[in-house]
């Protein structure tokens, strides 16, 4: 989805149970155990594709040793669309470490929508600038019409 977004008045925030995996990416937080619930009961609404794993950098300072080698590389990792057509990996660090490691070459992944991403957003601060965020990286992979290049020379 290349789409701009609107903010949702009505927005509200996923909440956080004890016990729940939450993704910090700078302001912006997920709730990855709500995600992984989602994806569980609707699995078919939910893209699915195989990744190269050199797409992804590893994360040695994130990784428990102690947990890569009882992993299971063959269950799917989940990537959340950050901005359009750029992918974080959100659940899977340990198998995806582990699939390098080992010499996988490429791993399943469910890719949630950028709407089912919102719907795990867990502040409203987080969502309000997760739309800004999404919408300026839409605004940078359009084309520059005149009107907006005359504004842009005027502003200099």
Not at 8 to 20: Q, V
Not at 24 to 31: L, S
Not at 104 to 110: E, G, L
Request: hydrophobic residues 35%; contains cysteine.
């Amino acid at each position: 989805m290349t789409q701009m977004l609107k903010v949702d008045k009505a927005f509200t925030p996923c909440p956080i149970r004890d016990g729940d995996e939450l993704f910090p990416n700078g302001v912006f937080e997920f709730n990855v155990s709500k995600m992984l619930e989602y994806i569980e009961k609707n699995a078919t609404d939910v893209d699915f594709a195989e990744i190269a794993v050199s797409d992804f950098c590893p994360e040695l300072s994130a990784i428990d040793e102690s947990h890569v080698e009882s992993v299971d590389i063959f269950r799917p990792v989940v990537l959340a669309e950050i901005s359009p057509g750029h992918y974080n990996l959100i659940d899977g660090h340990h198998r995806m470490e582990k699939a390098r490691r080992s010499g996988v070459d490429r791993v399943n992944a469910y890719k949630p929508t950028v709407l089912h991403l919102i719907a795990s957003v867990t502040t409203e601060k987080a969502y309000r600038c997760y739309v800004e965020y999404w919408n300026s990286k839409v605004r940078q992979l359009r084309p520059v019409g005149k009107t907006e290049q005359q504004r842009c020379t005027t502003a200099r």
